[in-house]
């Protein structure tokens, strides 16, 4: 099978490196990919949401199945593009259609979807510009700390979390009166904080059936305890060490099946990942959010311990059958550290040359903002580096990323050295 992913990340190396290990696999391409995806395929220098290119590449190369790495594209609909097309709608694409992808597109949808379904979430109340003045008097009704989220796709910024009263109807009025996240905060929603620790679900279904892949636990704040700026993630730990057998049945039969069966009643067709956001309140799983796709860094821990066929597993999405396969999982501990550009999540520089790389043993290394330039990698990217280990405990696995992490070194590089401190 010739396989197209579109994206140019960690997540998108990591499927990748993963696809390129099926027997099932002709050729790989990855547009626009990075400096580590071309050691595994063909980079093609076309953007994932350009889909006229993509209809292009994919009837050049005789594509047999497309995997769209970030939610962009499947929010702005590339599923539709392809069932729409004569040429291309026999080409199986893992991703939800437009309708399923709002989702995530879109908070308040996702908030509807959740009580609609009755899926534990916390309470919440959706505001725009118009009633701003009702804004301020929900805020009031509630306690400290207080969430606003941008309803639409804010590239992972558009969530505060503010501890004065005064301060969240400030930003209240400058989310909806002065576009501060652009147009994804036309609206913006406001719910009950939850006090807890939070992990990561994945599943993939191909719209009936479901595989429920490993947990992990990302880490977002750039400093060390959690603290400082949000950024697109620090590192990632898989398997989440609390996530018991009994925590696992309740997330299943209380969110995941609910899940599934909500997108069939609502008649939103959804083959692909379900990332589901999840915060655990005394032993109680509630969701905080979905997405459409993997998630990443988590990526970078959850696909390494995937011991099955992903390429299978794919096929068996387009066409409907993942219940005839099985998952088998490395029981194994992965970890995943994150090397960052020297002022990310703010301004920072590209174009640094990175050595070291060669060097790395015993840890698989995930190209994010890299690119290969004659016979260098340089830095493309705030995030640039993903480095994942396994051990048999979670701190065996992590001293083996650390020390693989130091090895790497351009000008600037940061990584966080307390990945798992909470667990």
């Known amino acids: 099978m010739n396989v197209l992913i579109l994206g140019s990340g960690g997540r998108e190396h990591t499927f990748a490196w993963k696809l390129s290990q099926s027997p099932l696999l002709t050729k790989l391409y990855i547009a626009p990919g990075n400096a580590g995806t071309g050691t595994l395929g063909e980079n093609v220098n076309i953007k994932a949401d350009d889909f006229s290119a993509v209809k292009s590449l994919c009837l050049e190369k005789e594509i047999h199945l497309v995997v769209v790495g970030p939610e962009d594209p499947l929010v702005k609909g590339i599923h539709d593009f392809f069932l729409d097309d004569a040429e291309l709608k ?3 694409v893992i991703g939800p259609q437009k309708a399923g992808a709002e989702l995530e597109g879109s908070k308040d949808f996702a908030k509807k ?4 379904h009755n899926i534990p979430t916390a309470a919440y109340q959706t505001f725009t510009s118009e009633n701003l003045e009702e804004g301020y008097a929900f805020l009031e009704t509630l306690k400290a700390p207080y969430v606003l989220k941008a309803d639409g796709l804010a590239a992972g910024k558009g969530v505060l979390i503010l501890d004065s009263l005064k301060e969240a109807k400030s930003e209240l009025k400058e989310m909806l009166t002065e576009a501060k996240f652009g147009a994804a905060s036309t609206k913006v929603v406001i719910e009950e904080f939850l006090d807890g620790i939070e992990l990561s679900v994945f599943v993939l279904t191909d719209g009936s059936n479901y595989k429920v892949l490993p947990t992990a636990k990302d880490y977002k704040r750039i400093g060390e305890g959690d603290t400082g700026l949000n950024t697109g993630g620090m590192g990632a730990i898989s398997p989440v ?10 997330i299943e039969e209380r969110i995941v099946k609910p899940t599934v069966e909500g997108l069939k009643k609502d008649k939103l067709p959804y083959k692909g990942f379900i990332f589901i956001g999840l915060i655990n309140v005394d032993n109680e799983p509630i969701v905080i959010e979905y997405n459409v796709r993997m998630g990443d860094p988590e990526t970078e821990a959850v696909l390494p311990r995937i011991k099955s066929d992903l390429l299978e597993l794919f096929k068996a999405v387009g066409d409907g059958t993942l219940n005839e396969k099985t998952l088998e999982l490395d029981p194994r501990f992965a970890t995943t550290v994150m090397m ?6 703010e301004a920072y520089e590209k174009g640094k040359v990175m050595t070291g790389i060669e060097t790395i043993k015993d840890s698989i290394v995930f190209h994010a903002g890299t690119k290969q330039v004659g016979n260098e990698v340089q ?3 705030g995030r640039v580096m993903a480095i994942t280990s396994f051990g048999d405990t979670m701190n065996e696995a992590l001293s083996n990323s650390f020390a693989n992490a130091e090895k ?14 909470d667990l």
């Open 340 to 345: 960052v550009s020297g002022g990310y999540p």
């Open 90 to 92: 026999e080409i199986p």
């Open 113 to 116: 979807f959740l009580f609609r």
């Open 379 to 381: 830095t493309n990217g």
């Open 241 to 250: 060490p609390f996530a018991d057998d009994v925590l696992m049945q309740k």
């Open 408 to 421: 790497v070194k351009f000008e600037g590089k940061y990584y966080r050295k307390d990945i798992g401190f």
